[in-house]
């Protein structure tokens, strides 16, 4: 059974760079997406990108400018950095795997499972 | 950029209740919704994925349909552990990006 666990600083200084990596057990991190995504305290959730084996990577147009993923297959991770970080990217940080299914009409995309999170204030 | 609506934004219901999610999005969709529960303080599951094949494990009174535009969840008898929020999520195939629903908090009437 695949798990998934966030580690990294839970406090970071404005303008500094949020680091985060995830440790995938139970499977093999050289097949599916790898993703991240955060839920600021009380809000909705925000995806913030993926990356896959082949080195290809989707960032959310709204933060691309700021973050940069990459991926260990030797530690079996992967991590998140978050350049510039200001309050507003205080949140919790989730990782997930990202399954694919093309059913021969249309695709699908979907997390399975999740990390438990991990929070990350920005404060000085 | 494809935005997305759910409703209610909450509900309150008794245990029993038939429930129904709506998530809609602002144009029509190519691809499949997912929908996730999450409880405070704890990551969302997975419950539906291609808009309605049930994970493995969540219980059959969670069912999914819906394509195009508009999408629903349905709980069909709730249960007292099914209090929670609930998000959908979709994938946009033009942009390779994902879109999660403001969400849906189901609480006890």
């Known amino acids: 059974q695949v798990q998934l666990q966030e580690s990294g600083p839970g406090l970071v200084q404005p303008s500094e760079t949020l680091s985060l990596t995830c440790t995938v057990s139970?499977?093999?991190?050289?097949?599916?997406?790898w993703n991240w995504i955060r839920q600021p305290a009380g809000r909705g959730l925000e995806w913030i990108g993926r990356?896959?084996?082949?080195?290809?990577?989707n960032y959310n147009p709204s933060l691309k400018s700021r973050v940069t993923m990459s991926l260990d297959t030797s530690k079996h991770q992967f991590s998140l950095n978050l350049s510039s970080v200001t309050a507003a990217d205080t949140a919790v940080y989730y990782c997930?795997?990202?399954?694919?299914?093309?059913?021969?009409?249309?695709?699908?995309?979907?997390?399975?499972?999740w990390g438990q999170g991990t929070l990350v204030t920005v404060s000085s | 950029d494809i935005q997305m609506t759910q409703s209610p934004s909450t509900l309150s219901a008794s245990v029993g209740d038939r429930v129904t999610i709506t998530c809609r999005a602002s144009q029509s969709i190519s691809s499949w919704l997912a929908w996730y529960q999450q409880k405070p303080g704890k990551a969302p599951k997975l419950l539906i994925y291609k808009a309605s094949s049930l994970e493995t494990g969540v219980p059959s009174r969670f069912s999914g349909s819906g394509s195009g535009t508009e999408f629903t969840l349905t709980i069909s008898s709730l249960q007292p552990d099914d209090f929670a929020t609930y998000y959908c999520?979709?994938?946009?195939?033009?942009?390779?990006?994902?879109?999660f629903g403001p969400g849906t908090k189901v609480d006890i009437k």
């Open positions: 139970g499977g093999s991190i050289r097949s599916y997406f």
């Open positions: 999520q979709l994938y946009d195939t033009y942009s390779q990006g994902f879109t």
């Open positions: 990356i896959y084996l082949t080195g290809g990577k």
């Open positions: 997930a795997r990202g399954m694919e299914d093309f059913d021969g009409d249309r695709w699908s995309n979907w997390f399975d499972p």
